[in-house]
Nanobody, 115 residues
Framework: QVQVVESGGGLVQPGESLRLSCAVS????????MAWYRQAPGKQRELVAS?????????NYAESVKGRFTISRDNAKKTVYLQMNSLKPEDTAAYYC???????WGQGTQVTVSS
């Protein structure tokens, strides 16, 4: 069956960096656009970044993270990444990986930005 597993979350101070990883198995990873979403307590889940099928594919970012976050993928490793720099307290949320156009989501990884 399809498995989507995020990792890399944690507690960091404002201005620091984290890299999230999402490993996918049980399906043809390279057939899907991939995306990262996040959900803060009491808020709706929102799109953070997405990337089309190929390595180095076309990317799209939420306005709030443009210039700070970078999404990338490695189809050979069946993994998508989210490099998060200059983190802010408002980036605190559970981050979820999603195979676009499917119902496959990861379990989420918590990112907390606090001094």
């Amino acid at each position: 069956q399809v498995q989507v597993v995020e990792s890399g979350g944690g507690l960091v101070q404002p201005g620091e960096s984290l890299r999230l990883s999402c490993a996918v198995s049980g399906t043809i990873f390279s057939a899907y656009a991939m995306a990262w979403y996040r959900q803060a307590p009491g808020k709706q889940r929102e799109l953070v970044a997405s990337i089309t099928i190929s390595n180095g594919g076309r990317t799209n970012y939420a306005e709030s993270v443009k210039g700070r976050f970078t999404i990338s993928r490695d189809n050979a490793k069946k993994t998508v990444y989210l490099q998060m720099n200059s983190l802010k307290p408002e980036d605190t949320a559970a981050y979820y990986c999603h195979l676009e156009s499917t119902n496959f989501w990861g379990q989420g990884t918590q990112v907390t930005v606090s001094s």
